[in-house]
């Protein structure tokens, strides 16, 4: 897999705010690279449930886009609590967010479902105590 563009984002685990600003920026980016709306729409819904997660479990972390001829890539790297069972976790409904989250309107238990749902491939990779990786493949074919 070639690298033809990379993004880098620090998503900031402490602003609900500013939780969703990376994938805002990553769909202008791919729209201007005339990637098809439908690919854009998916990479964007999985970047954002990434990112929220991010906020809500681990306090913040990095996302890497990488665009290459056939696909595109989203790396999620956290050093929260790490996901403790993540077949569990990928169940619909499911969430270990606090009430306080849940009034916010978040944690739902959607996110890692949608990340799954809406990328052609996942892999993820977590330890208690020392984070978690995410890679999402979003084929451009």
Request: net charge negative; charged share 25%.
């Amino acid at each position: 897999m070639s690298e033809l563009l990379k993004f880098h984002f620090d998503v900031d685990g402490t602003d609900f705010t500013s939780a969703g600003q990376a994938s805002v920026q990553v769909k202008k980016n791919l729209r201007q690279l005339g990637i098809p709306p439908e690919i854009i729409r998916r990479v964007s819904i999985a970047m954002y449930e990434g990112e929220i997660n991010m906020v809500i479990h681990a306090g913040g972390g990095e996302a890497d886009v990488i665009v290459t001829e056939t696909a595109i890539e989203i790396r999620l790297h956290d050093h929260g609590p790490g996901i403790k069972n993540i077949d569990q976790a990928m169940q619909e409904g499911f969430s270990t967010a606090t009430d306080t989250i849940r009034t916010l309107g978040f944690g739902a238990g959607m996110g890692l479902p949608n990340m799954k749902r809406y990328s052609d491939d996942i892999e993820i990779h977590s330890e208690l105590g020392v984070g978690t990786d995410i890679i999402m493949r979003v084929n451009l074919t």
